[in-house]
């Protein structure tokens, strides 16, 4: 697996801790994994001692559990249920204020006063959900320009996956285990019989910066092997995998297969899914007014396409059952957003299929649209005259 | 004699046809059931099908993005369902579903207007009771236009 | 993006449940093209979408046709000249009037779907020489329920435009053709693979006024639709206004009926 022009880094748990002081003294706000009471949650963290350590996870169509490793491992699970969407693309943002005065009303930007972030444990899934926002917020006819300043300050520390999940599919998407680009500086934690230690490489120039600045020796090529190889491994121990190939074309043209009503029977609409997902970006936009209606606020808040409101129209919702609904969500994420922005939505990050209450599995659905459709009860029977039924 | 002349000869829409007549229309009718939900047909399809609803019942109804389908008027047992004597290639203006278990005796258009065209008598007497049937279709639909559009 | 804040000068009631506001965008004046619609905040309650309806020859006036039908558009409605409207926009697409030279053209409008054609039906009789017969096809539910009807008696007026108008219920004043707008289009006279046609209305009456004309032979490349869809953003970043892979307040409202058939004739999506 070939590397940056420099040689990857051997961080040891102290110097790893090293570089987070590091990135504390240069100014960033660390973010990173915590656990509380139970759930994985982006915080700001101090430092190593704030990560959760020893932590793994079990994770099903419906199932998430956390259970105890005896490696000590820091990073030995794959993603929770917070993806870091939230960083650029708040659930809910002041998008202006209102003030009324004797001369008419005044509309102010909120003040941004904002310190540059650091994300430390960005896993290769998160970090393409990340590439894929960009496509949305910074890409297109309007470029979001609160998405763009937290984009172009934030440091991304991303973290390369030796533990797969039971509901992971990134390896059949090409969006993991193993970070491609996107990051500053990749980590691969690594407990061997040498210790606990951690490959670094860089993927940006201040990515190089940062590292050249760290006391940890290069990697030795058995070093880089033993990453790849536990990398390589996790990439064979995914709980699901997704054809990519055709995909867009075989939805397109199953909207009216029967299988969506088969979903249909068993989700609750929750929106769930959508909430968990790093790349679902619907949001409301609403406005307010203070009880003496001389301040007014507008906000921009996350909505999913699960509610019957989403597709309303004065008169009715397009969208009013909940087949329509669970359509609109899965051949989005999979078909139309392809379309619409020219890559998935997807990136197989498996929280949808962990988070759904009922166990709706994603990459089981395509599966059953993908069969072929068998006349069933529903079909019409035809009852032929035997003795002479004639074409006419 | 074939199994579905009974049926069509029970129909009022055949009613007082001679047995030759039913006959003919025999060899070119079958019979089709239709679940509760399932179209008989849909909006903007082909018209290729006379239908006569032995039992059971069909609603005739317009689909909107927001309402959802809007329901115009039923056609039960002993009722038709279709059209004679359009030009080719004409389309359905409404779907039809059955709202019910509904039985049909389904007639083929190319069959059955080739059979027409041979034995205009037969032609004939099919669409005299085919404009009976639509003048009821329309004085009732004349009346449900006022009785909604005027609130009476 | 925020909204300009644009002063009332001008309501005018057109039915029981429509308003038409002009609005003073100031001295630099506000240029749209016709299909294209603005985002209109009451400050505090709300932001809704609304056709421009104004002629686009005029940049001096703003002009929007609002019907109420929720808490916004009722705030809309209520304004009076001097009070204050959020502005922003122009979005979407528009009415590709400029590309239709030499075609004859149909306006067909149903209900409120007149409000949007309107700044088109203007731009096509300011250079009404570059195109062959112009005719309006109008159909609204009752007599009282007609838009712009001044304006209506005026293009009829005209020798180079015909106008059709009917309802689907009167009472005994009205002397006109009472059915639905598909009624009329055998009336227009139109040549149609030399012919373009511009709908707005009620998605059924868009429908069957799609059929109809591909059935007299215009082409569907040269049908053009209005879609409408929940819209909260008009940027095509909320989501809300999605037709399959199209934003409608982004890739239409205006859209070629080629262009959207397939999504079209699917239903709930």
Same mark, same amino acid.
């Given at each position: 697996?070939?590397?940056?022009?420099?040689?990857?880094? /051997?961080?040891?748990?102290?110097?790893?801790?090293?570089?987070?002081?590091?990135?504390?003294?240069?100014?960033?706000?660390?973010?990173?994994?915590?656990?509380?009471?139970?759930?994985?949650?982006?915080?700001?963290?101090?430092?190593?001692?704030?990560?959760? /350590?020893?932590?793994?996870?079990?994770?099903?169509?419906?199932?998430?559990?956390?259970?105890?490793?005896?490696?000590?491992?820091?990073?030995?699970?794959?993603?929770?249920?917070?993806?870091?969407?939230?960083?650029?693309?708040?659930?809910?943002?002041?998008?202006?204020?209102?003030?009324?005065?004797?001369?008419?009303?005044?509309?102010?930007?909120?003040?941004?006063? /904002?310190?540059?972030?650091?994300?430390?444990?960005?896993?290769?899934?998160?970090?393409?959900?990340?590439?894929?926002?960009?496509?949305?917020?910074?890409?297109?006819?309007?470029?979001?320009?609160?998405?763009?300043?937290?984009?172009?300050?934030?440091?991304?520390?991303?973290?390369?996956?030796?533990?797969?999940?039971?509901?992971?599919?990134?390896?059949?998407?090409?969006?993991?285990?193993?970070?491609?680009?996107?990051?500053?500086?990749?980590?691969?934690?690594?407990?061997?019989?040498?210790?606990?230690?951690?490959?670094?490489?860089?993927?940006?120039?201040?990515?190089?910066?940062?590292?050249?600045?760290?006391?940890?020796?290069?990697?030795?090529?058995?070093?880089?092997?033993?990453?790849?190889?536990?990398?390589?491994?996790?990439?064979?121990?995914?709980?699901?995998?997704?054809?990519?190939?055709?995909?867009?074309?075989?939805?397109?043209?199953?909207?009216?297969?029967?299988?969506?009503?088969?979903?249909?029977?068993?989700?609750?609409?929750?929106?769930?899914?959508?909430?968990?997902?790093?790349?679902?970006?619907?949001?409301?936009?609403?406005?307010?007014?203070?009880?003496?209606?001389? /301040?007014?606020?507008?906000?921009?808040?996350?909505?999913?396409?699960?509610?019957?409101?989403?597709?309303?129209?004065?008169?009715?919702?397009?969208?009013?059952?909940?087949?329509?609904?669970?359509?609109?969500?899965?051949?989005?994420?999979?078909?139309?957003?392809?379309?619409?922005?020219?890559?998935?939505?997807?990136?197989?990050?498996?929280?949808?299929?962990?988070?759904?209450?009922?166990?709706?599995?994603?990459?089981?659905?395509?599966?059953?649209?993908?069969?072929?459709?068998?006349?069933?009860?529903?079909?019409?029977?035809?009852?032929?005259?035997?003795?002479?039924?004639?074409?006419? | 004699?074939?199994?579905?002349?009974?049926?069509?000869? *029970?129909?009022?829409?055949?009613?007082?046809?001679?047995?030759?007549?039913?006959?003919?229309?025999?060899?070119?009718?079958?019979?089709?059931?239709?679940?509760?939900?399932?179209?008989?047909?849909?909006?903007?399809?082909?018209?290729?099908?006379?239908?006569?609803?032995?039992?059971?019942?069909?609603?005739?109804?317009?689909?909107?993005?927001?309402?959802?389908?809007?329901?115009?008027?039923?056609?039960?047992?002993?009722?038709?369902?279709?059209?004679?004597?359009?030009?080719?290639?004409?389309?359905?203006?409404?779907?039809?579903?059955?709202? *019910?278990?509904?039985?049909?005796?389904?007639?083929?258009?190319?069959?059955?207007?080739?059979?027409?065209?041979?034995?205009?008598?037969?032609?004939?007497?099919?669409?005299?009771?085919?404009?009976?049937?639509?003048?009821?279709?329309?004085?009732?639909?004349?009346?449900?236009?006022?009785?909604?559009?005027?609130?009476? | 993006?925020?909204?300009?804040?644009?002063?009332?000068?001008?309501?005018?009631?057109?039915?029981?449940?429509?308003?038409?506001?002009?609005?003073?965008?100031?001295?630099?004046?506000?240029?749209?093209?016709?299909?294209?619609?603005?985002?209109?905040?009451?400050?505090?309650?709300?932001?809704?979408?609304?056709?421009?309806?104004?002629?686009?020859?005029?940049?001096?006036?703003?002009?929007?046709?609002?019907?109420?039908?929720?808490?916004?558009?009722?705030?809309?409605?209520?304004?009076?000249?001097?009070?204050?409207?959020?502005?922003?926009?122009?979005?979407?697409?528009?009415?590709?009037?400029?590309?239709?030279?030499?075609?004859?053209?149909?306006?067909?409008?149903?209900?409120?779907?007149?409000?949007?054609?309107?700044?088109?039906?203007?731009?096509?009789?300011?250079?009404?020489?570059?195109?062959?017969?112009?005719?309006?096809?109008?159909?609204?539910?009752?007599?009282?329920?007609?838009?712009?009807?001044?304006?209506?008696?005026?293009?009829?007026?005209?020798?180079?435009?015909?106008?059709?108008?009917?309802?689907?219920?009167?009472?005994?004043?009205?002397?006109?053709?009472?059915?639905?707008?598909?009624?009329?289009?055998?009336?227009?006279?139109?040549?149609?693979?030399?012919?373009?046609?511009?709908?707005?209305?009620?998605?059924?009456?868009?429908?069957?006024?799609?059929?109809?004309?591909?059935?007299?032979?215009?082409?569907?490349?040269?049908?053009?639709?209005?879609?409408?869809?929940?819209?909260?953003?008009?940027?095509?970043?909320?989501?809300?206004?999605?037709?399959?892979?199209?934003?409608?307040?982004?890739?239409?409202?205006?859209?070629?009926?080629?262009?959207?058939?397939?999504?079209?004739?699917?239903?709930?999506?």
């Amino acid at each position: 697996m070939a590397t940056g022009p420099e040689p990857s880094l /051997r961080l040891t748990l102290e110097e790893f801790a090293a570089f987070l002081a590091d990135l504390r003294r240069l100014g960033f706000t660390l973010l990173g994994p915590t656990l509380v009471q139970g759930d994985f949650v982006h915080r700001e963290i101090a430092g190593v001692a704030d990560l959760p /350590r020893g932590v793994g996870m079990v994770q099903e169509a419906g199932t998430f559990r956390l259970v105890p490793r005896e490696d000590g491992a820091l990073f030995g699970y794959p993603v929770g249920q917070h993806s870091w969407k939230p960083v650029f693309f708040p659930p809910e943002r002041l998008l202006w204020t209102g003030r009324r005065t004797g001369r008419g009303w005044e509309i102010r930007l909120p003040p941004e006063d /904002r310190e540059p972030v650091a994300l430390l444990g960005v896993r290769p899934c998160d970090l393409a959900a990340l590439e894929v926002l960009d496509r949305i917020f910074l890409h297109g006819p309007y470029v979001d320009p609160y998405y763009q300043a937290q984009r172009n300050t934030a440091l991304v520390v991303a973290v390369n996956c030796t533990v797969p999940g039971g509901t992971c599919f990134c390896a059949s998407l090409g969006t993991g285990p193993r970070a491609a680009a996107g990051f500053d500086v990749a980590l691969t934690e690594m407990l061997t019989g040498d210790g606990h230690w951690f490959l670094a490489e860089a993927g940006s120039e201040r990515g190089r910066r940062l590292l050249a600045e760290l006391p940890g020796r290069p990697a030795r090529p058995e070093e880089e092997a033993a990453a790849s190889q536990a990398l390589a491994q996790a990439a064979g121990h995914m709980g699901r995998s997704l054809e990519t190939a055709g995909l867009k074309e075989d939805l397109y043209a199953r909207y009216e297969h029967r299988h969506w009503a088969e979903v249909a029977a068993r989700c609750l609409t929750c929106g769930n899914c959508a909430m968990v997902c790093p790349t679902c970006f619907c949001h409301l936009v609403e406005d307010s007014l203070n009880l003496t209606g001389d /301040r007014a606020e507008r906000r921009r808040i996350q909505d999913v396409c699960f509610t019957v409101a989403h597709s309303y129209i004065h008169g009715g919702s397009v969208r009013s059952t909940p087949r329509a609904r669970y359509r609109q969500w899965l051949t989005h994420k999979l078909a139309t957003w392809q379309d619409q922005f020219g890559c998935l939505g997807c990136v197989g990050c498996g929280r949808c299929i962990t988070w759904c209450p009922v166990g709706i599995d994603l990459t089981a659905e395509v599966t059953a649209l993908r069969l072929p459709e068998t006349p069933g009860p529903a079909g019409p029977e035809e009852h032929h005259d035997q003795a002479g039924a004639s074409a006419g | 004699m074939t199994r579905l002349e009974p049926l069509l000869a *029970e129909h009022p829409f055949c009613r007082d046809l001679a047995p030759g007549q039913i006959s003919r229309l025999a060899a070119c009718a079958r019979e089709r059931q239709f679940a509760a939900d399932e179209f008989l047909v849909r909006e903007g399809e082909e018209i290729r099908e006379f239908f006569l609803v032995r039992s059971g019942r069909v609603a005739l109804e317009i689909f909107t993005a927001r309402r959802g389908p809007l329901l115009i008027q039923t056609r039960e047992a002993g009722d038709f369902l279709g059209w004679l004597g359009l030009e080719p290639h004409a389309l359905w203006v409404v779907d039809a579903r059955a709202l *019910e278990l509904t039985r049909v005796i389904v007639l083929p258009l190319e069959c059955l207007n080739q059979l027409l065209e041979e034995d205009p008598i037969l032609g004939y007497q099919l669409l005299k009771r085919f404009t009976q049937g639509l003048a009821r279709h329309f004085a009732s639909m004349k009346r449900q236009v006022v009785n909604l559009l005027h609130g009476l | 993006m925020l909204p300009v804040l644009l002063p009332v000068v001008k309501r005018r009631r057109e039915t029981g449940d429509t308003v038409t506001l002009t609005l003073d965008p100031g001295p630099e004046g506000f240029g749209f093209a016709p299909g294209q619609f603005n985002m209109l905040t009451v400050l505090g309650l709300g932001e809704v979408p609304i056709s421009i309806s104004g002629d686009p020859g005029d940049r001096s006036r703003l002009v929007h046709t609002i019907r109420a039908v929720g808490p916004v558009t009722r705030a809309l409605c209520r304004l009076t000249p001097g009070e204050t409207v959020g502005v922003r926009g122009p979005y979407g697409t528009p009415w590709p009037v400029a590309g239709q030279t030499g075609r004859d053209i149909l306006i067909i409008a149903g209900g409120l779907g007149l409000a949007p054609l309107r700044p088109a039906l203007y731009q096509i009789l300011a250079r009404r020489r570059e195109f062959g017969a112009v005719e309006v096809i109008y159909g609204a539910r009752r007599p009282e329920d007609l838009l712009y009807r001044e304006e209506l008696s005026r293009w009829r007026g005209r020798f180079d435009v015909r106008v059709h108008v009917t309802v689907d219920a009167a009472g005994a004043d009205w002397r006109g053709p009472v059915g639905v707008v598909t009624t009329l289009i055998s009336h227009a006279r139109f040549d149609p693979p030399h012919t373009t046609a511009f709908i707005c209305g009620p998605g059924v009456m868009m429908r069957f006024t799609v059929g109809d004309l591909l059935a007299r032979g215009v082409p569907e490349e040269y049908i053009f639709v209005s879609l409408e869809r929940n819209m909260q953003c008009g940027l095509g970043l909320c989501g809300h206004c999605q037709l399959g892979p199209l934003f409608v307040c982004k890739d239409g409202p205006v859209f070629s009926y080629a262009r959207v058939k397939e999504w079209l004739t699917l239903r709930e999506i």
